[in-house]
């Protein structure tokens, strides 16, 4: 492990790019149902949560989209519908 001069840590690489960089593979584990909070920390973070089973959740804030984006091909969840790429008319220029 290296905390390099700006603050970032790497694990398993001497060169981290970012606050926290991992080479390999992670586990994050507990003993209940894991949540993972992305972006802005509370209730503005889009989570990842494991539940009981095999069952994973994704989801943004309120009326956040959750997009699912390969090489320009796109799927859109809202909380209203379900858009793909071939809905759009005008492009997408992709992003969430």
């Known amino acids: 492990m290296i905390i390099d001069s700006s603050g970032n840590v790497g694990i398993a690489t001497t060169d981290p790019s970012t606050k926290l960089h991992v080479y390999g593979e992670l586990t994050v584990q507990s003993d209940a149902d894991s949540t993972m909070l992305l972006g802005n920390a509370g209730t503005n973070a889009s989570k990842i949560y494991a539940g009981s089973g095999d069952a994973l959740y994704m989801g943004g804030h309120n009326t956040a989209q959750l997009y699912f984006n390969t090489d320009g091909a796109s799927i859109i969840f809202t909380n209203e519908q379900i858009l793909t ?10 992003g969430g």
């Open 85 to 94: 790429s071939a809905t759009f008319t005008s492009g997408f220029a992709g």
